[in-house]
């Protein structure tokens, strides 16, 4: 071979720096870095074959190749064959990430990992659960089940009531269990209770996935875990560690007791409702017998009700949810009653025949019969439970678990006054054996608020807790007719009145504030006029004409205009049903709300009659919306609960969430007041008048006489008296508001007949010996809106309005239905220039010329709705002859 072949190879132009690389290479096999004469093996090839160097990139990467900062070879050591990689210095125990693995499949689990993970989760679960179930212990159903008193308080701490614990419990032997109760549980709630283990796996699945997604935390538990929650652990939680614990308890529970023992003691602990724990007490509550006595019937509606009393018991519980109304809650109770009764004979626990004696839902009778609880006491303990419950982080479960000392705001003294003085009138005006007719079916609310701290001082929510379940003091559904025109006064005051020159589309922001002295057309049968002036429509496209009380007009002919002040005295109706449509209904809808009536009691805002009372607030917050008045425009948080502790302290502090907003400057405010001191001073409500003492207030009556109220206030207490008849069968679902003409032997009950003579008295009694206190002077307030010279009338002019009242202004295919001009002395025309006279006026939709009570108009879409809901609407508040919202 040529010597010349043996020589290194000429420079391909790599010069120094490649000189220095390869300088610079480990010593061993390869002299030189791999990549410096073009080839992995270089000078190593068979025939020593050389390539051209790839240049200074290429260098580098041949450089750091062989300098082992590649990632595909590893360091070689002595003794290994050529391109294989050193084994590592010590094997991991867990070999994540993977070694020797790139990408992807460096972070992919083998499966022995995985193998291995379940093996040991699996493992350890089991050791947990073993370790679980070795250490908990059957607890003692009677010692954590008992039932605690809960102790109620009068304001001056003085004890009213203690509810609760034993006298509410009676433990019956499982022999004493009727069969078809036993089976109706079943049915419901656990069908494989005989066979399974006392668990349901898929269900507690389903309870620790909702616990987890924050959903709902109940359902899917067997017979023996409800047994085990309810009879014992104290912790009523629903977190997780409860859960594992209430399932080894179970599980030991389902191993060591006996079937028949769960369930007797299931249904010796169960809460059904009416403070009764276990079937026996359950039993005496809804039926008034023993359990050993119930039927298959009576045992389904048990079994029902243990779903939940709140929205199963027949009697309702809106007190607690206003969705819980004893229409509801029926509908609810006999739709799951049926479905019970379907499934046992279904599961083969009953025989159809048996299903099929009971047709009829089981007759329940009334839901107290505590005598701790009779009179007013029942009333105020239901209204003190419902404010805990809606109100702090006390939950209906626990508050009936009891232990808790509830100290209210409620005055014994003022209680007792305000149910003697209801108690007086009923005695001395109401006799249902001489005019069942008329007098049968009356019933009374009440209640009193401490304007400066929003504390309900006294209510009268009926006759007897025990016998008259619904509290007419927080719920009565009957209109409150014209004791909502102060909001609509308020509203006028607050906002102004829209301009009817100005842009409609501008019209909400071009406002002029409304003076007391402000004028407005006092005329019956006033035709309603939209901000823009045009004459407003209902929805069939017809005019309203506004009613007035008796069909008579005030003011002076031909504008008939008189103050708002006036307007209130009298309690005129057009006057404020226009005023109303000129501040814009969804103002006056807003005042209310501000003063503090609950939106959800407002009716719709959509018609001019809501500015006379079509809403059916309750008496509370009544009282509470007129004490923001007395208060000089600060409205307060209504409350009946002042704190209320634990056997470890304070639970719960009214002071210490206590809120008070100004929702009315004081001028607005105090100038309301002012005006309804025109009222008792002067007007409709003079009956209500305290010697030396200033009142405010007013009436308020609905059309067709169904409901009176009086609201008034001093500066230290405002209340609210309502009066209406309704059918007392609170299970039907059409009950109907009875009109009250001939009630109390009165041709008809306003607001200043038997209501302000309540309030009166009451009052009287209640600010005996308290200090005499004025109500503030009020600022000037607002501009006097219409105040525009009348036209001098003339002979053309009186006969143009004559001929502009001719009966047919308009001929609609209904008028010819209308009635007779009415013989009264206000229909009566003496003298054929009077612009009143005349027969029918425009087309009367909403009036009635003859001026009988029978003969009324047709209400409006939004009356028609508050008839489907049991509320009085009659023939509308500007439809009706006796002018709905207004009186005398």
């Known amino acids: 071979m040529s010597e010349h072949r043996r020589k290194p190879p000429p420079s391909q132009g790599g010069g120094r720096a490649a000189a220095r690389r390869g300088q610079s290479a480990p010593s061993g096999r390869r002299a030189a870095p791999r990549g410096a004469t073009g080839s992995p093996s270089g000078s190593y090839g068979p025939e020593g074959d050389e390539r051209p160097y790839g240049g200074r990139a290429e260098a580098r990467r041949a450089a750091q190749r062989g300098s082992g900062g590649g990632r595909r070879r590893a360091a070689e050591g002595p003794g290994r064959g050529r391109g294989r990689a050193a084994p590592s210095a010590r094997k991991r125990f867990i070999d994540y990430p993977r070694a ?89 709630e656990n069908k494989t209770f005989l066979e399974d283990s006392g668990i349901d796996p898929r ?89 050993a006595e119930l039927n298959a019937s009576e045992c389904a509606f048990l079994a029902s009700v243990l779903k939940g009393a709140t929205y199963y018991d027949p009697a309702g519980a809106t007190s607690i949810d206003p969705a819980a109304t004893p229409q509801d809650n029926r509908m609810r109770a006999e739709k799951r009653w049926k479905w019970i009764l379907d499934e046992m004979v279904a599961d083969g626990r009953i025989e159809q025949a048996e299903r099929d004696k009971f047709t009829e839902f089981p007759e329940v009778q009334s839901p107290r019969s505590n005598t701790q609880l009779s009179g007013q006491i029942g009333y105020l303990v239901d209204l003190a439970q419902a404010y805990i419950i809606n109100n702090t982080d006390i939950t209906a479960e626990q508050l ?69 379940f619904t509290n007419n003091a927080d719920q009565t559904g009957a209109q409150v007719g014209s004791t909502f025109k102060p909001f609509v006064l308020a509203a006028a005051m607050k906002w102004g009145v829209r301009d009817p020159d100005g842009d409609p589309v501008q019209a909400q922001d071009e406002r002029t504030i409304a003076s007391p002295e402000s004028l407005y057309s006092g005329k019956n049968k006033l035709k309603i006029n939209t901000y823009d002036g045009n004459v407003w429509h209902n929805e069939e496209g017809k005019e309203w004409l506004q009613v007035n009380d008796g069909d008579e007009s005030y003011g ?114 105090d100038n309301v007041t002012d005006v309804l001191k025109t009222v008792v001073d002067d007007g409709t409500g003079t009956s209500a008048a305290l010697p030396g003492r200033e009142v405010a207030g007013k009436t308020g009556t609905t059309d067709g006489n169904k409901s009176a109220w009086f609201v008034g206030y001093t500066p230290q207490l405002s209340t609210a008296i309502g009066m209406y008849r309704m059918d007392d069968d609170e299970n039907n679902k059409n009950r109907e508001f009875l009109e009250m003409y001939g009630t109390g032997n009165e041709d008809s009950i306003h607001g200043a007949s038997f209501p302000a003579e309540i309030w009166h008295d009451y009052m009287e009694q209640a600010l005996k010996g308290k200090e005499v206190i004025d109500f503030p002077t009020p600022e000037p307030i607002g501009e006097v809106i219409n105040d525009e010279p009348d036209p001098i009338p003339t002979p053309t002019v009186t006969e143009t309005e004559e001929e502009e009242e001719s009966p047919e202004p308009s001929p609609t295919p209904t008028e010819s239905e209308d009635p007779e001009p009415s013989t009264s002395p206000s229909q009566t025309c003496n003298n054929p220039f009077d612009p009143t006279c005349g027969g029918t006026i425009g087309n009367d939709n909403g009036g009635n010329e003859s001026g009988d009570p029978d003969d009324e108009a047709s209400p409006s879409a939004s009356q028609s709705e508050s008839d489907s809901q049991g509320n009085d609407s009659g023939g509308g508040f500007f439809a009706g002859t006796n002018g709905k919202g207004n009186e005398d």
């Open 100 to 188: 020797g693995k790139y990408g992807v499949a460096r972070w992919m689990p083998s499966w022995r990992l995985v193998t291995g993970l379940f093996i040991g989760f699996f493992g350890s679960m089991v050791a947990v659960a073993g370790i679980g179930y070795a250490v908990v212990g059957v607890p003692d159903p009677a010692k954590a089940a008992e039932a605690q008193n809960n102790v109620y308080y009068w304001a001056d701490g003085s004890q009213m009531v203690a509810t609760g614990g034993e006298i509410n419990r009676q433990i019956i032997p499982y022999e004493e269990i009727p069969e078809a109760m036993r089976f109706a549980v079943m049915s419901a």
């Open 203 to 291: 269900g507690i699945g389903r309870a620790l996935l909702n616990m987890a997604t924050g959903g709902q935390t109940q359902g899917g538990s067997t017979i023996t875990q409800q047994y085990v929650k309810n009879a014992m652990l104290n912790d009523q939680s629903q977190t997780l560690s409860r859960k594992f614990k209430e399932l080894f308890i179970s599980i030991k529970v389902g191993q060591q007791v006996s079937k028949e023992k769960v369930m007797a003691g299931y249904l010796n602990t169960a809460y059904y409702g009416r403070g009764a724990y276990g079937l026996q007490a359950a039993s005496r509550a809804y039926f008034g017998k023993k359990a």
């Open 400 to 468: 009936q678990q009891g232990g808790y000392e509830i100290h209210t705001t409620f005055d014994k003294k003022m209680v007792d006054q305000l149910e003697a003085a209801v108690t007086k009138v009923q005695k001395e005006n109401i006799d249902p054996e001489k005019r069942p007719e008329t007098d049968t079916h009356v019933e009374f609310g009440g209640a009193s608020v401490d304007p400066a701290s929003g504390a309900i001082k006294a209510i009268y929510g009926g006759v007897d807790a025990t016998e008259h």
């Open 556 to 669: 002076e002919p031909p504008k008939y205009d008189i103050t708002l002040r006036e307007a209130m005295r009298i309690s005129a109706n057009s006057a404020f049903v226009q005023l109303g449509m000129d501040v814009g209904l969804d103002k006056v809808k807003e005042a209310a709300v501000d003063a503090g009536i609950l939106e959800s009691s407002l009716a719709s805002a959509d018609y001019p009659s809501f500015s006379i009372g079509t809403s059916d607030p309750s008496a509370i917050r009544l009282a509470g919306a007129y004490a923001t008045f007395a208060a000089s425009g600060t409205r307060y948080d209504l409350h009946s609960v002042s704190e209320v502790t634990d056997r470890d302290g304070v639970v719960f502090s009214h002071d210490s969430v206590a809120e008070k907003e100004n929702v009315f400057e004081a001028k607005v405010a």
